[in-house]
C-alpha cells in the first residue's frame, strides 16, 4: 500500500471513523461537479447556498469534486450531502459553508443550535470539527473538512446534556469484558466516550486517572473488549509516567468503566456511574528481583536491598551462603542481617523465619541471593557478594559506580560506612585521565556519598580511586573505570524502533550523519498490530538539538513527492521514507515521528551533521 501524504487534522480528539460507501447499485448522478487540483478552486451548489473551497496546495493533482444531496434520516439532521471521491483528503483543510434560509426552519429549531457536522449515518453519530461556526445571522454555516465523507446540518445544544448516561461491564469466558452504553437521550446524535481505570491490590487510580478505551462510540452500542488489551494498555501510560515501576497487564486486578457524551469538541454532561470488573489474573512465577545490593553497616552487619522484578510477587526471601536468613512480604525491599531474626512481622503468605541465622565474623565475604515468591511459587535467584570490614580496620567505600549524566559530566556515587563508634568518615578521590598518573582530585567531607565530575575532557578514559579516610588513618582504595564520549550526541531512547499498542514503528537507519550537508533519506515501516484498525496520521516533531536545531524533515512518497505535514495512512502497512535536508546552521539533534491519535506511538530518528 502507498501512503497518501497529506495530513489528516482530527476531528475530535483520538476519532478513528473511516468513510465507507455501500457497494451494489450504481451511485446516483451528483448535484454539482467542478475539477479542482493543486492551484485550488471552488465546487458551488444549489443557487450559490452550497460552497466548497480548496486551498492552493491541498492537493497534489486534479480531482474530480462532487456533491450529491442526500436524505437525512433522522430528525436531527436537516440537511446532508454526500462528497466525493469518498476518502479523500486536503491539507491544509477545506472550507465547506451553507446558506440556510432561516425562514424555512422547523418550529423550535434555534439558529445558534445548528452546526455543520461530519455525518455517518449508519452510526447515528454526528461529529462536529474543531473551527465549525454556528448559524450566523444571515444563515451562514461554515466547517472546516479534512476528508471525504457525508456532511450535514446537525442540530443540538450541548448545555442541556444533563442526564447520566448507563453502562454495564460483565465478564465474558475468554477473559473478556462485554460493554453496553447508552447515552444522554437528549442528544441521540452525539458520540460517547468509553474510559477505564484499573486498580491493583491495595493502589488506588488518582482522581481523574481515566484512559480512553473508544473515543467515538455509538450514543447506544455494545462491545467486548479482552481484558489483556486494558492490561497492555494501562501499563504502557503507567511505563511512561514512571519508568521504574513494575506493571504487568495480566496481573490481578479490578477494572472500572464509566461512559461520557462528546458534545463539539469536548466532553460534556456527567459521566455515567462507574461499574467495575474483577480479573484474577493469570498463575505465574514473579519475576527474579532486580539491582540486588549488599551493603556492609558495620563490622558484623549488612543491609540487602532489591527491586521487584514485576508486580506478581508477594513475598521475597533472602538467603546467605544458601541458608534462609529472612522472609517479608511485597512491600518490603531490605533486610540487615545482623544474626538476628527479621523484626519484619510476617503476613499471610509469607509466615517468618523459624530459624536463627549465625552471626556475621569481621572480614566474612558472604553471598546474598533474593528470591521472589507467590502462591505459584518462588523465582530464580538474584545474588551477590558483601564483605565485612576487619574490626578495628578502616573499611573501604563499596558500591563505587561511575555514569555519565551529562555530555560531560561524570557522576561517582557510593555506600556510605559509618564505624562501629560513630567516628564520622570523610573521603579522598583521586583521577587518572587516558592513563597518566593518578592525580588527588577531591577531598570530600562526611555527608558526601557522591560527587560529580564535571567538565571532563571528551573522549577522555577517566579511573577514578576512592578511599575512606578517619584522621590519619586511611581504607584500601576502590576503583571504577569510565570512558567519555567523543561527541555530544544526545542519548535517547527509542531510536530506531518504537512498538506501542496499536503500531510497530522501525526505522532503518535509525541514525543518519549528513555527511557534506548533503541531504539523506532513511527508509520508515508502519505495521500495524493485532486489533487496531482506523486511521494512522504520522508527525514530525523536533526532539532534541545541541545549538541551531537546521534540518528538514519531509515524508516522501516517491521523487519529489515530499511534504512536511505529515503522513496519512488509511489501511494496511505502509512503507515510505523520511527527507532529511540540512541547512545552514545544522547541528546534532533528533526528530520524532508520532501518530497523532496515539502520542505513545513514536520512534526517533537521531541526525548529526559533523562540524565543518
Known amino acids: 500500500m502507498r501512503p497518501n501524504l497529506h495530513a489528516l487534522p482530527a476531528l475530535l480528539a483520538l476519532a478513528a471513523i473511516a468513510c465507507d460507501t455501500a457497494g451494489g447499485a450504481p451511485a446516483p448522478l451528483p448535484d454539482a461537479t467542478a475539477t479542482i487540483g493543486a492551484a485550488g478552486g471552488t465546487l458551488s451548489a444549489y443557487d450559490g447556498t452550497l460552497s466548497f473551497s480548496v486551498p492552493p496546495g491541498a492537493l497534489d493533482r486534479d480531482a474530480a469534486i462532487t456533491v450529491r444531496e442526500a436524505p437525512p434520516e433522522v430528525e436531527e439532521v436537516l440537511r446532508a450531502w454526500e462528497f466525493g471521491p469518498d476518502g479523500l483528503t486536503f491539507a491544509p483543510a477545506a472550507q465547506l459553508s451553507v446558506t440556510l434560509d432561516l425562514a424555512t426552519l422547523p418550529a423550535g429549531v434555534e439558529p445558534q443550535t445548528l452546526r455543520l457536522a461530519h455525518w455517518i449515518p449508519e452510526e447515528g453519530l454526528a461529529l462536529v470539527p474543531a473551527g465549525a461556526t454556528a448559524a ?208 519484619v512481622a510476617p503476613t499471610p503468605g509469607c509466615p517468618a523465619v523459624a530459624t536463627v541465622p549465625a552471626a556475621l565474623a569481621p572480614g566474612q565475604t558472604a553471598t546474598y541471593c533474593v528470591r521472589a515468591g507467590n502462591e505459584t511459587g518462588w523465582s530464580g535467584a538474584s545474588c551477590t557478594a558483601a564483605t565485612t570490614p576487619v574490626a578495628g580496620a578502616l573499611a573501604a567505600p563499596t558500591d563505587f559506580r561511575a555514569a555519565l549524566v551529562g555530555a560531560n559530566t561524570v557522576r561517582l556515587s557510593w555506600s556510605p560506612f559509618v564505624s562501629r563508634d560513630g567516628t564520622p568518615v570523610s573521603y579522598l578521590l583521586d583521577r587518572s585521565v587516558d592513563g597518566g598518573a593518578m592525580l588527588p582530585h577531591a577531598a570530600l567531607n562526611t555527608s558526601a556519598f557522591s560527587f560529580d565530575d564535571v567538565d571532563v575532557p571528551l573522549g577522555a578514559q577517566l579511573r577514578y580511586q576512592l578511599r575512606a579516610t578517619i584522621g590519619l588513618d586511611q581504607s584500601a582504595p576502590v576503583e571504577v573505570a569510565i570512558t567519555v564520549p567523543g561527541v555530544t550526541v544526545p542519548v535517547v531512547p527509542g531510536v530506531g524502533v518504537g512498538i506501542c499498542d496499536e503500531l510497530e514503528l522501525r526505522l532503518s537507519p535509525g541514525s543518519v550523519t549528513l555527511a557534506g550537508g548533503q541531504s539523506a533519506r532513511v527508509t520508515l515501516h508502519v505495521t500495524r498490530r493485532a486489533g487496531f484498525t482506523g486511521y494512522v496520521y504520522l508527525t514530525p516533531q523536533l526532539a532534541d538539538c545541541d545549538g541551531v536545531c537546521d534540518v528538514a524533515l519531509a515524508f516522501c512518497d516517491g521523487p519529489g513527492a515530499c511534504t512536511s505535514d505529515g503522513a496519512f495512512l488509511d489501511e494496511g502497512e505502509a512503507t515510505m521514507e523520511l527527507e532529511l535536508t540540512p541547512g545552514q546552521g545544522a547541528g546534532f539533534g533528533a526528530w520524532d515521528v508520532v501518530e497523532s491519535q496515539h502520542p505513545a506511538c513514536k520512534v526517533r530518528l537521531q541526525v548529526m551533521v559533523p562540524a565543518g
Open 136 to 343: 450566523s445571522d444571515a444563515g451562514v454555516l461554515t466547517s472546516p473538512v479534512a476528508h471525504f465523507s457525508q456532511r450535514a446540518v446537525v442540530q443540538y445544544r450541548c448545555e442541556d446534556l444533563n442526564q447520566e448516561p448507563t453502562l454495564s461491564a460483565t465478564y465474558q469466558p475468554g477473559d473478556q469484558v462485554a460493554l453496553t452504553w447508552a447515552s444522554d437521550r437528549s442528544a441521540p446524535l452525539l458520540p460517547a466516550v468509553l474510559e477505564f481505570a484499573r486498580v491493583v491490590g491495595d493502589r488506588t487510580a488518582p482522581e481523574g486517572a481515566w484512559l480512553r478505551l473508544q473515543a467515538v462510540a455509538p450514543a447506544t452500542g455494545s462491545r467486548t473488549v479482552p481484558i489483556a488489551q486494558l492490561g497492555a494498555t494501562w501499563c504502557a501510560v503507567a511505563r511512561r509516567l514512571h519508568p521504574d515501576a513494575p506493571c504487568s497487564p495480566d496481573r490481578a486486578a479490578l477494572y472500572f468503566f464509566r461512559s461520557r457524551t462528546y458534545c463539539g469538541t469536548a466532553v460534556a454532561g456527567p459521566p455515567s456511574a462507574p461499574v467495575s470488573v474483577a480479573y484474577f489474573g493469570v498463575g505465574r512465577v514473579p519475576d527474579p528481583p532486580a539491582s540486588v545490593r549488599a551493603v556492609p553497616v558495620d563490622e558484623t552487619q549488612v543491609t540487602v536491598s532489591w527491586a521487584p522484578g514485576d508486580e506478581h510477587a508477594t513475598c521475597f526471601e533472602v538467603e546467605r551462603d544458601q541458608t534462609l536468613i529472612a522472609r517479608v512480604a511485597a512491600d518490603t525491599l531490605s533486610v540487615v542481617d545482623s544474626g538476628a531474626p527479621s523484626d
